[in-house]
């Protein structure tokens, strides 16, 4: 099981009330959410190994490079500070020495979290110049067996195939869905193979993808669904004889930069190196729990139950 780390906490710090404190009144809600959300996962779906992905590069330059406008809407000017290393990588990166913009309450508790899931001997695996659903992808790609990863990110909906189910929590852990292909070809009528290129189609501007304009969900799974693949659209879209209407024809003609830089700007990165994969840091393994640091980080910051509850979802409590 592969959480994607930030998306969680996120979600966490705006789901849960900020009167969720430390004994010195900080707020923690995203720390004692992301773990009971963890807890809650683990305990439903007990898988027998766990990592955390983490944005090393939240808004990688090379992305940048091919469309500009990626996360633009995120933006702040400072970069927050690194907690304890992480596996592969360096401290928290920003593109261009600028940072995804974390409100008040927030910025404080992210060390907090590389903190308690460094103690709880779950690997945190970042890659520099790579953000965390590079990594889930590469995860994905590269582990032999079934992976599960957990994301409110609809882009790794991508990922889904025979060995991969997404766990989406957009609409809460409670009422997560388990995304397969089948389940992405029900909710958009395209395959999750071509997921990439429909949401190129429509856009996305959670990310600051603008899509092609006077193209939405419905087109773009009917785009797919006829022509394959952007490859098949552009194709038709300069073929004066295809059944491409004229239309259709002149938006994508239009967009023809801009759906060669998105596709790359959406695809996952496959295979990012991984040793980790090899040497059984991923495995849950109770010898590298750090009891002491976590009584420490209890006292702390009262994680209280949410400590408990994730140490018994992993069957180490003692």
């Known amino acids: 099981m592969i959480?994607?780390?930030?998306?969680?906490?996120?979600?966490?710090?705006?789901?849960?009330?900020?009167?969720?404190?430390?004994?010195?009144?900080?707020?923690?809600?995203?720390?004692?959410?992301?773990?009971?959300?963890?807890?809650r996962l683990v305990t439903q779906y007990r898988p027998d190994a766990l990592a955390c992905?983490?944005?090393?590069?939240?808004?990688?330059?090379?992305r940048v490079d091919l469309l500009p406008s990626y996360k633009t809407h995120r933006v702040a000017g400072e970069t927050p500070a690194a907690g304890p290393s992480v596996v592969g990588a360096g401290a928290l990166a920003a593109t261009g020495g600028l940072s995804e913009e974390s409100p008040d309450g927030l910025t404080h508790q992210v060390p907090v979290i590389r903190e308690v899931l460094h103690a709880l001997g779950i690997a945190v695996i970042g890659r520099d110049g790579y953000e965390a659903d590079d990594v889930i992808g590469s995860l994905c790609h590269q582990h032999e067996g079934r992976t599960l990863a957990v994301t409110g990110d609809r882009d790794l909906f991508q990922l889904a195939d025979e060995s991969t189910r997404i766990i989406y929590i957009g609409k809460g852990v409670a009422k997560h869905d388990l995304v397969d292909s089948a389940w992405v070809m029900a909710k958009y009528g395209v395959p999750a193979s071509a997921y990439v290129d429909f949401a190129v189609l429509r856009g996305d501007p959670s990310d600051g993808l603008p899509g092609v304009k006077g193209i939405g969900d419905k087109s773009a799974a009917q785009l797919v669904d006829r022509f394959s693949d952007l490859e098949g659209m552009l194709t038709a879209a300069s073929d004066p004889s295809s059944a491409m209407s004229?239309?259709?024809?002149?938006?994508?003609?239009?967009?023809?930069?801009?759906?060669?830089?998105?596709?790359?700007?959406?695809?996952?990165?496959?295979?990012?190196?991984?040793?980790?994969?090899?040497?059984?840091?991923?495995?849950?393994?109770?010898?590298?729990?750090?009891?002491?640091?976590?009584?420490?980080?209890?006292?702390?910051?009262?994680?209280?139950?949410?400590?408990?509850?994730?140490?018994?979802?992993?069957?180490i409590s003692e």
């Open 3 to 39: 959480f994607d780390t930030a998306s969680m906490y996120f979600r966490a710090f705006y789901g849960l009330p900020s009167s969720m404190q430390s004994p010195h009144g900080e707020p923690v809600n995203a720390v004692r959410g992301l773990l009971d959300a963890m807890a």
């Open 53 to 62: 992905a983490w944005d090393n590069d939240w808004r990688p330059a090379w």
């Open 246 to 315: 004229p239309s259709v024809r002149s938006k994508l003609a239009g967009a023809v930069d801009y759906l060669a830089a998105a596709r790359e700007v959406v695809r996952v990165v496959p295979d990012l190196p991984l040793p980790e994969l090899a040497d059984g840091r991923l495995l849950v393994d109770r010898d590298r729990i750090d009891r002491a640091r976590l009584a420490t980080l209890d006292a702390r910051w009262g994680l209280g139950g949410s400590l408990e509850r994730i140490l018994t979802a992993l069957s």
